[in-house]
């Protein structure tokens, strides 16, 4: 049965309201999901309270490295109601040069491990042989099998998190010259508060909602394209900080809030505020080239999709770990 | 050994055993006709690239276009990568056994010792005749083919297709020809020759004659890796037919005073030729099946295998002319005696075919003797290293034709009887399409070079020919040449069906081959391979016509005829030409120069060719006495 007005001539123009054209793909249903409304907002460094800035567009970047992981993650096996997961996480750095990316990483990191509850019995079987990277996963006791599920791909998630910092660590410590561009957040890596690095992290996905009130939260969901938010602090649930700033690459008009915003992350130091606009600009030239078809292209940047493919085509095969698994 | 890219195969573009993928780098210089070399496990595959594809990570032009903002000129911050991705043919593999899938492994730049193993050179290679070379300006190297599938007796004859004047038909020939007389091994009775017809301008006519301008670098070079020495040829005879009757000059461009040492010798036919091919002379349908007995009653009468009785005895005819009298005579005969057939040939047969042959005095003046001996163009044995160009090129269409039959039945007669002098003799025809067109009459010439090119091979008579559409040339003949070469070629003939056995990338690129490019195949080879050629190291007909001009030398009928208008505008030519024509005695040129002296030296033209006209019929009889005045006497 088909309605006989529609909802946007019923509702009609009314302020905060948005009509979506199109759903976006990725995590509408988790946009600001972590909110807790207690919280209180999130510190603004830059100023006294959030506001909006309009980004140049230069059309110019000068990042010089960029750093991303990726994962493939196979269930193997069941003992039980326990899973056991078959998982190759790697990581690279890779550097342009010019305009082009070199095919040869900086840095790079694999690893091939089997993922299981530490009660399993089939996970002490294969440590036993020595053949495999084995990880026990710490699991609450009565979560279930789909709960064992969730926590033995949380682990999985949080060992290529690890390898991503210890390419990120790597870097820094190397002193490279130029900037170097994260997929996701860096405060894990920058630990210590006040010393700043060339660095640059970049978050697609929003699960946390940083300002929770109205004014600051009307700033967010009003950027316009090429619009930034003053810098605030973001604190991780790990207690780790970093210095964040929300950044629209491109017209929502029509679209989820979402689209086209993303949460940059930089050192926890003063000098950062230096370069908030100079960044900006940089992630404003990053738009092109786009990224489709990959369905995040409203934020997912050129060259970070590209340390993707390149760490996508390095995963084995499905047949590759069917084989590992002997199926 | 340089290392240039890696074989890709996937599930949905599998390698198979006798074609593969591979990406290379952007850098290398790889092309349609590239020939590289894979390795895999312990086995070693050639191919030949026979199609590129290039391509980033971009879904669809509109992404492109919205990734710039629409603007052509924007350069984003991060180059998408491209690839380049070629497909190959499989040239050969080592182990040859078994005959399997490609397997993956990386792909190498092909060095002279892998051309030679792709092509199998490995087994001819130092008797083989260098047919081009392979490979950069800077880095050529020699192809070669093997003697024994080019000019016999394994396979043989060689077939050459391009668009005329693109594709440097006559240049590749005569390339091949150097090569095979500095390289072919025998010599005197062992040896090579080769009967060139020139069909058009001073092309063939300067073979002896060294380039205007020096060869430069790059085909200096191209001949030293071939291991030839880029001169002239030294042994040529040319010849063309006689202008007119007399038979003191030839219808040739080449007729310069320079020559006078080795001048352009004439030839001309008699009657036997005459009758022999006159279905190449007469329309299809003048050629009946009463006309076609009536020709078949002259040859015999002419070669003695049947009589002819006139007036009661017997009659012969050793000329044209005395041919054309004794048909008169049968006309005049069987109207004396009021009967409508001579000797079972019905009147109307025998004045149709007298009208007819008789018009080959005015066709081919020069060509076919009138009243005299035929003089041959060709020796009755070859030499050794020697070119003989028949120079056919001032000649019209059937004249070349008449030629061209004459010459190759001659060629032919000579193979069947092992008479060539030579080991192997080559026969070059340019347009085939002409002489042996597909779907056309079962002519005599078609029939002998077909014979040509189905036995030539074991009898030492092998077929250069070539032709600016191979899907018009009879299909036996074509069919029969184991070597082939493809210049530039018309989109329009590469869509004829006889081209889709190539990959859409080899047509495109012959569609647009320069000359000096060609794509050859040869028995040895399992693909095409594409080469180039360097010029051939003899003047060009061009070169050769602004150096020695052709004399120009007018027919005594033609300056009769000139002379005469000049004098008396009233006349018309075919007039003059009538009374000329009467002239039938063998001293026809000495009266014509009389002619010729007497309205040059102010006599009224209409007097002198009507004392011609008059005075004609008498003087063959002899019944009267010789006048000052009579062009005759």
Known sequence: ????????????????????????????????????????????????????????????????????????????????????????????????????????????????????????????????????????????????????????????????????????????????DGWLFVDGGIAQVCKRVGEFKRVVGVVKSHRKQYFSSTAPSKVVLGLDEGERTSVFEARTRHGDVSWSWYLRLRSDDGESPAFGLIRVEMPAAEETLNHVDTVSSWLMAERAPLSLPDARFDRLLYPIRFVEQFLRARHPSEATLSAMIGV | MSLIGHVVATESSPNTAYSFRFWADQKCRIGIGTVIRAEYADTKVFGIVVQAYAYNDVPGAMADFLGREGRPDMTPPTARPEVRLYEAAVLRRMPEEPVGAIGIGPVFEATEEDL?????????????????????????????????????????????????????????????????????????????????????????????????????????????????????????????????????????????????????????????????????????????????????????????????????????????????????????????????????????????????????????????????????????????????????????????????????????????????????????????NKYAPSGGRDTYVVQSLRDIAARGRYLGLTLFGAQQFRSKVDAQIVGNAANSAYGHIQLEELTNSIYTVYPAAIREKLASASPGEMMVRHPHFSQPIFIKFPIPPVLKGSDGMARWPAKVVERIEDRIVRLAVVRDPELKPHEIWAHLDQVTTPDRPAILHRVEQQIGSGDAPREVLRRLGKLAPQQVTGQYPADADDPFA
Not at chain 2, 201 to 218: A, K, M, N, R, Y
Not at chain 2, 251 to 279: I, M, Q, V, W, Y
Not at chain 2, 322 to 347: G, R, W, Y
Request: aromatic share 8%.
């Open chain 2, 116 to 432: 030679n193993d792709a092509l199998g050179a490995g087994k001819y290679r130092d008797r083989g005749i260098p047919i081009g070379v392979y490979g950069s300006k800077a880095n050529p190297m020699a192809v070669y083919a093997d003697p024994e599938f080019l000019l016999g007796p394994e396979a043989g004859h060689l077939n050459v297709t391009g668009t005329s004047g693109l594709a440097a038909k006559t240049s590749y020939i005569l390339f091949l020809l150097t090569s095979i007389f500095q390289r072919f091994r025998g010599e005197g009775g062992e040896g090579v020759a080769t009967v060139l017809f020139n069909v058009k301008g001073g092309d063939l006519l300067f073979l002896d004659h060294e380039t205007q301008s020096p060869l430069d670098e790059e085909h200096r070079r191209m001949y030293s890796v071939c291991g030839l020495d880029p001169k002239p040829f030294t042994n040529v005879h040319y010849c063309a037919p006689f202008k007119d009757e007399a038979k003191e000059v030839v219808d040739s461009l080449r007729t310069h005073e320079d020559f006078k040492n080795s001048p352009t010798s004439g030839f001309c036919f008699g009657l036997s030729e005459a009758l022999e091919h006159a279905e190449v002379l007469l329309n299809r349908d003048d050629l009946d099946a009463k006309a076609d007995a009536f020709l078949q009653f002259l040859r015999k009468v002419a070669a003695n295998e049947e009589k002819l009785i006139l007036e009661g005895t017997q009659a012969t005819f050793r000329t044209l002319r005395e041919m054309l009298a004794c048909i008169q005579k049968m006309l005049d005969e069987a109207k004396a005696n009021n009967e409508t057939t001579f000797q079972s040939h019905h009147v109307a047969t025998i004045r149709k075919m007298h009208n007819r042959l008789s018009g080959f005095l005015m066709r081919f003046p020069g060509l076919i003797s009138a009243g005299g001996d035929p003089v041959p163009a060709l020796p009755e044995a070859f030499d050794d290293r020697h070119i003989y160009v028949i120079d056919v090129s001032r000649m019209a269409s059937d004249a070349q034709d008449l030629v061209f039959a004459s010459v190759i039945g001659k060629l032919r007669e000579k193979m069947e009887l092992g008479r060539l002098g030579v080991r192997r003799l080559i026969v070059a025809v340019d347009e085939l």
């Open chain 1, 1 to 176: 049965m088909v309605a006989g007005r529609s909802i946007a001539s019923l509702l009609g123009a009314r302020e905060g309201l948005r009509l979506i054209r199109r759903p976006a793909e990725l995590d509408d249903e988790v946009f600001f999901g972590l909110t807790d409304s207690s919280a209180e907002d999130a510190r603004v460094v830059e100023g006294s309270e959030l506001k909006m800035f309009a980004v140049a567009n230069t059309g110019k970047s000068d990042f010089t490295h960029f750093m991303d992981g990726a994962q493939r993650a196979r269930l193997a096996f069941y003992d039980h109601d326990m899973p056991g997961y078959v998982a190759f996480l790697n990581g690279a750095v890779l550097v342009r040069a010019d305009v082009d990316m070199i095919l040869s990483p900086q840095a790079y990191e694999a690893k091939l491990g089997v993922f299981a509850p530490s009660e399993s019995t089939a996970l002490g079987l294969l440590r036993a042989s020595n053949e495999y990277d084995i990880h026990p996963v710490q699991c609450e006791p009565n979560r279930g099998m789909s709960g064992m599920a969730e926590d033995v791909r949380n682990e999985i998630s949080a060992t290529r998190d690890l390898l991503e910092v210890k390419l990120i660590r790597t870097w820094l410590e190397s002193d490279t």
